[in-house]
């Protein structure tokens, strides 16, 4: 629907206002009238112009005086006003244009010129609301993010920002509806208004749904400490006062966070709210957090670059673990483990910063690509059975699956030879899925081996669901087996556990001959660890633990 142009005319004489309105006749406009200055403001309020024609001379109120009251009023404030004047001093022009008059038409005006400029004006009004909408939120009708970043830039001084998130806010609007979740953000936003007054003259922002910014207007230079007290005291206000709203009861606790910057306000305060968030602190401040931060951000996206440069380059590929079997006394297979060469030549091993950042970063997937075909490459050069980890949540990703699957089917005829580890985790949401995927898999021979058995999330029925081949026991579990007796008893447990569903057990962690007696006398079927050999890229392993038969 085409905006219909509202003007504004202010005039004490009514034969002006008539020969202005016929000669706008024919441009479909809206038209208003105001007598004076103050009968003007009124109706600008209640009417929102998009163009005010403003006499200069009236009685009551003059149009200087309602030019500047209307710059001062943030509804109004970005109205173009053009004053229709026979005043003709340059001193009055220049104070006409001081206080926020845009532009002049002299009587008696010219027809022509009178229409090209309100239809110019009117245009520049239109762009104005747009842009005057895009910086509003619509249900609290506070200035949004957009306007705070605009605000934000035109300062050049120290700004000091408060952020406020009210916490599960997703899940306060689930259970009561959008329409009741007006009243509280409405009524939130007018409490912390409330609060912030003692403090310092401030302007309050709706940044998101239950998230609020509170900029300082006047440099107040609190101590760190007293920052601290005020944040304290404002959670636990809210936190021991519930909010009403239209007939409801809210019981609201907030995070916080505090910044004081020059120039990154808004991202030092919202990276230290995520902080706060993140450790469960009620508040935080940036000169607490930031720098730690940001370091933090420059590390991940250093290791960003190496990894995408070592895909790149060819230098992530698989090193190999021996695994003895503890009956023959021989190498039984080879554990895989994705290794990162650096561009000084150092190993970078797959820690949280390696393997996490990879997941983040959208590469994790191209780093199994490689692990799997290079694993492939080994099993048809060595003869010998290579296995190789898996996380039950890369199974519930479509493309990983598929090029999984795609894989094993090229690769059908030694097949039999790869075994997966599976890594259950504790945010598996498709079981189903990662059980479909096992049974396709074992169609071609694959083995499946539950690792990490022992450490926490292991599900006994979901292990039965999968019908595992192998039990991996967990280093913590294995590392105090000859020395604590829970530790073997709970791994006794669970190779009877393994030999009831008809599994085969592998001890991780075997780093000494303590260990490795322990798990023989168990009768743990095979061992792992730096007493067997460690981790290299080919397989030959000069000094592996050799036993006496």
Known sequence: ????????????????????????????????????????????????????????????????????????????????????????????????????????????????????????YAHISVLNKKYSLATINSITNLPNKMALSKDLSERDTLNELFLIKIDNMEEIENFYGDKIIEHLENKFASDIREYFEPLSRSDIYHIDSGKYAILLNNKINL???????????????????????????????????????????????????????????????????????????????????????????????????????????????????????????????????????????????????VLVEKVFEKIRESGKEFSMNISSLDIEDSYMSAFLLDTIRKNADVADKLILELLEDKDTEDYEKVKNFIVISKKYGIKIAIDDFGSGYSNFMRILEFEPDIIKIDGSLIKDIHTSKLARNTVEMIKLFADKIGALTIAEYVENQEIYDAINEIGIDFSQGYFIGKSQKELVFEGVFELVS
């Open 223 to 369: 101590e760190d400490e007293k920052i601290k007290a005020f944040c304290y005291d404002l959670v636990e206000c809210i936190k021991n006062n519930k909010i009403e709203s239209n007939g409801y009861s809210f019981n609201v606790n907030i995070t916080m966070s505090f910044a004081a910057s020059t120039e990154s306000t808004y991202a030092d305060a919202n990276e230290t709210l995520r902080s706060a968030i993140a450790q469960k602190r009620e508040f935080l401040l940036s000169c607490d957090v930031v720098s730690d931060l940001k370091k933090q951000l420059e590390i991940n996206l250093n290791m960003i670059e190496s990894i995408k440069s070592a895909l790149k380059d060819g230098r992530i590929s698989p090193h190999f673990q021996p695994i003895w079997d503890n009956r023959t006394k021989e190498i039984y297979k080879f554990e895989s483990l994705i290794r990162m060469i650096d561009e000084d030549g150092r190993i970078i091993y797959p820690g949280p910063l390696f393997l996490d950042t990879a997941k983040k970063a959208k590469l994790y997937p191209q780093i199994t690509k």
């Open 1 to 120: 629907m085409m905006h219909t142009i509202k003007i504004l005319i202010v005039d004490d004489v009514l034969v002006n206002r008539l020969t202005i309105k016929l000669s706008l006749k024919n441009e479909n406009y809206t038209f208003i009238e105001a007598v004076n200055g103050e009968e003007a403001i009124e109706k600008a309020l209640r009417h929102q112009p998009d163009v005010i024609l403003m006499d200069a001379v009236m009685p009551i109120m003059d149009g200087f005086e309602a030019t500047k009251k209307i710059r001062a009023l943030d509804s109004i404030e970005r109205t173009p006003i053009l004053m229709i004047t026979s005043l003709s001093s340059t001193e009055d022009k220049i104070k006409a244009l001081e206080i926020g008059v845009n532009d002049f038409i002299s009587k008696p005006f010219d027809q022509a010129e009178l229409q090209a400029r309100c239809k110019s």
